[in-house]
């Protein structure tokens, strides 16, 4: 499966945003699918998982709150709403896809077998 990534730009503090991932092909349906985001400095985080079926998802306990994944099989997106925009929340956001493993552990970004190549997010104060 291939990730496209899109729906960054650069914010005021306060806004929203929606950022898109579709994926290529006909499995869509059988993917975990994640978002984890980069700060210039730091290390890749996990933002939260939607799982493929029941589309339940994860979240850290530093992402409740204002983000909210979602997701169109029909039109092979998942979608990562954030509300309440904060400087702190600038990044790269990636998608991720898992066609394989079962379980819980959506945080390891071993876990997942392709990547888009991100969206920026950049958030004035």
């Known amino acids: 499966v291939q990730l496209q990534a899109s729906g960054g730009g650069l914010v005021q503090a306060g806004d929203s945003l929606r950022l898109s991932c579709v994926a290529s092909?006909?499995?869509?349906?059988?993917?975990?699918m994640a978002w984890f985001r980069q700060a210039p400095g730091k290390e890749r985080e996990f933002v939260g998982a939607?799982?493929?079926?029941?589309?339940?998802?994860y979240y850290p306990d530093s992402m409740k709150g204002r983000f909210t994944i979602s997701r169109d099989n029909g039109k092979n997106t998942v979608y990562l709403q954030i509300n309440g925009l904060k400087p702190e929340d600038t990044a790269v956001y990636y998608c991720?896809?898992?066609?394989?493993?079962?379980?819980?552990?959506?945080?390891?970004?071993?876990?997942?077998?392709?990547w888009g190549r991100g969206t920026q997010v950049t958030v004035s104060s």
């Open positions: 939607i799982t493929r079926t029941e589309q339940n998802t």
């Open positions: 991720a896809a898992d066609g394989i493993y079962s379980g819980t552990r959506f945080s390891d970004p071993d876990r997942y077998q392709a």
């Open positions: 092909g006909r499995r869509f349906g059988g993917y975990v």
